[in-house]
């Protein structure tokens, strides 16, 4: 059957989430409903990470196969028709071999985190940063985030409800800068536990605002314990902006 590649684009603010749930909107509802307004199919996206409820995407991936071929170009014009007025975009559609698997196949995931650092409240961009109104060093931020690069065991910074088989994680990118009011936190590693970005991101703001050191977060990393872990940060600051294969 052939096999095709999605690119999507989303809001996450009015969805449970990504992963299809009984009885609350879902992106992948939303999407696999497109999908068979398209063709009449029925199917099961496989998508390259599950986002929680609230946050967004700039370039999630899945993957589907019908039993006809479909121009790409007529997938992606035909799924954003049946996609409105919902917040959820097809920026890109390709045919890929049958060996090509949205999650499997990753090399690297990419996340952004959004802090809005001001007094003022956000007000175009609610749902979509953290306002944060204390001043964050994100100098002393960034000098944290370098200290736990690389592969460890990230318990520290792992949901109770994550069902990876093993903690070990290499983080191959964690770096902070500011943009005149915005704190922007980018993140890459081949793949992360669940809540890993939010709750480093969430240690990392008790370092903006002077209440830890950096050389602290070192320290509850390689406590790999849970309890250690600063509040997490809320989900509508982050995005997944990348996937790469």
Known sequence: MPRYKLTIEYDGTPFSGWQRQAERASVQQAVEEAICGMSGETVTLQAAGRTDAGVHALGQVVHFELSKDWDP???REALNYHLRPQPVAIIAAEA???????????????????????????VIERNHVWHVPMPLDADAMDHAAGMILGTHDFTTFRSAECQANSPMRTLDHFAVRRELDHIVITASARSFLHHQVRSMVGSLKLVGEGKWKPAKLRAVLDARDRS??????????LYLTRVDY
């Open 228 to 237: 250690q872990c600063g509040a997490m940060a809320p989900s509508a600051g």
């Open 73 to 75: 170009f007529r997938i």
């Open 96 to 122: 890929v071999g049958e060996d090509f698997e949205a999650r499997f196949s990753a090399k690297a995931r990419h996340y952004e985190y959004r802090i809005l650092n001001r007094r003022a409240p956000a």
